[in-house]
């Protein structure tokens, strides 16, 4: 099972980049899964969800401004990020929602300057 990201870059406060996650096999087709995000010297964070139904969560840091989609082959989750910020600088990875996790991607960089 491979975990691809991508779409990240680097852009200016308030600009927006859509990340995608490409899953191999059946492993988004059949989990509720999930953004993190791990920015220089802090530990992984969960920042959205999505289940299997399409039901999304985020987390407050970046509700209004973060939204978790799925692609219609089911196999894509998609993360649309607006009103960027300075803070949101991070790798961005996408797993299941909760362990036990799936082996993690590469990830995709995020650079947000001021």
């Known amino acids: 099972v491979q975990l691809q990201a991508s779409g990240g870059g680097s852009v200016q406060t308030g600009g927006f980049l859509r990340l995608s996650c490409v899953a191999s096999g059946s492993v988004a087709s059949i989990y509720d899964m999930g953004w993190y995000r791990q920015a220089p010297g802090k530990e992984r964070e969960l920042v959205a969800t999505i289940t299997l139904a399409g039901t999304s969560r985020v987390a407050d840091s970046v509700k209004g401004r973060f939204t978790i989609s799925r692609g219609n082959g089911r196999n894509t989750v998609y993360l649309q990020m607006n009103s960027l910020k300075p803070e949101d600088t991070a790798v961005y990875y996408c797993?299941?929602?909760?362990?036990?996790?799936?082996?993690w991607g590469r990830g995709t960089l995020v650079t947000v300057s001021s």
């Open positions: 797993n299941r929602d909760r362990p036990p996790f799936v082996t």
